[in-house]
């Protein structure tokens, strides 16, 4: 089962786009897929790693060298994993965005030291807080492992989700009962290993033993409630997925995690055939994987409507986020009709409507949604990003200003109210981006603040680190063109203005630039 998740480990660093890869716990165990083909690769190929020079690697340099030293691990030659992982991070280029990236995944294989000196790499604290807090409260242990140890237990993982050897890797860590009254993340591996040995008892015997030694643990929590469906307790699956939802988790990245387990735990408790798949299709939806939601969701339509306003609504949000516009409407008309209230449905309409520059009806569909839906704050932002674009400006700031007064974890409330409030601009931009670090919007708006301040290093800082998101992204050569303008570049000034152009040919700013 292991090898199958190969390709989208290789990408761990990659766009926002690409789902992250977790190794351990719930993920470590997806759910039987019949749409999943098995990838080829050649485990005897000698695979060779060059030291690169820092001042030539590139974002393909990077995920290449990533991939070869998770080859490395997957093959369970972890100690040459673990020092290639280490180059790779001591010399990756400087880019705050690639560090975090970098932080979460050793975190996901087990490799805390690994996580810790990716976090010291990150230039700017005050950006990397909040997802350095989160990734040791998801998954480090209380028991800190030296080297060796970490070494030894990464390779005991290894063996047990690519290998096949899940028994023979707990008979192993059995025999070492020091690590084992000591470390929880010892408790947690051969926890793991029972469960894919299919040995419920021990699993749970030792998840509880993990979790007793470090109850604040999410990861452990997660792996917890993959046993108790394997025990045929839902209920109590259930009840852990609430409980980790009630812990203060703040980023995006961390939020979706939950939200995935969330639907997957869904999906093996229910047992009705078209809620199972509305709960897998939107499982693949925080995965990433639309192609196998929309899959899904195309057999869960059923003769009972009350299923179907949800099964349509989810194919319209799914729909929409392939960029599928005219399906997405299509499906969330569909939903609307069925349930004149159904806030997915009403969202994805305000969406399409916004896209077409109809701000006014999408403002209807927003605030419907909003006088609906009480738990999440996108309704309310997007009625207030709308608002701002009919020149409702203080009607904007009082939504955001009420979001913020009621929530710490909206990265789009602190990124508008940041654009518009002087005096906090650069600190509420900053949380912005820290609450969701795949935010270009954010990232772009911290460098034109710093070139409007002339701060060109801070500039082109933050200008690396969304065109490593999107390289696409015609602000990104823009902003650039300016900072190489100010700096007497001028043919690189000319160049960065017409690939800007080159991508959206109606950007009036860089026309301007070139006197079009």
Known sequence: MGKKILLSAILLISLGSVPAFSAGGFDAIKPADPLAEEPVF??????????????????NDVHNHYAIALERFIQCNVKSSYADFKMLIETIVSNDYAYMKMAMNMADLGFFNLSELALSKVSDNSISNVLQ????????????????DEVYLAEMFSNIIYNDQCREAVAEMLKNQQLLSNSDYANYLVALGSLKANNIDDAQKYINNAIEKNPYNLNYKKLKAEIMLQSKKPKNALKIVEDIKQQPLLSKEFINK??????YVLYKTVTQDTEKKYHLAYYYYYEGELTKAIRTLQGAVTQKKKYNKDVYALTAKVYFDMKEYEKAESFAMKSKKLDSSNVMALMVLGDISYRKGDYQTALGYYERAASKEKKSTEPEIKTAQTCERLGKTKQANEIYTK?????????????????????????????AVSLNIDFVDGWIALSKLAIDKQNYTAAKHYLAIAKYIDENDFRYYYYQGLVCKAQGLIQDAV??????????PDFKPAKEELSI
């Not at 040791?136 to 060796?148: E, G, I």
């Open 258 to 263: 939950v939200n995935s387990l969330e639907q």
């Open 495 to 504: 160049y960065n203005f017409r690939k800007s152009l080159s991508i959206n």
């Open 403 to 431: 979001i913020l007064k009621e929530r710490s974890d909206c990265a789009m409330a602190y990124y508008n109210v940041g654009l518009n409030d002087k005096s906090r601009q650069t600190e509420y931009l900053k949380k």
């Open 42 to 59: 050649n485990t005897n190929q000698d695979i060779q790693l060059s030291i690169p020079k820092k001042a030539t690697l590139t974002k």
């Open 133 to 148: 807090d989160e990734i040791k409260h998801f998954y480090f242990p209380v028991f800190k492992l030296q080297p060796k």
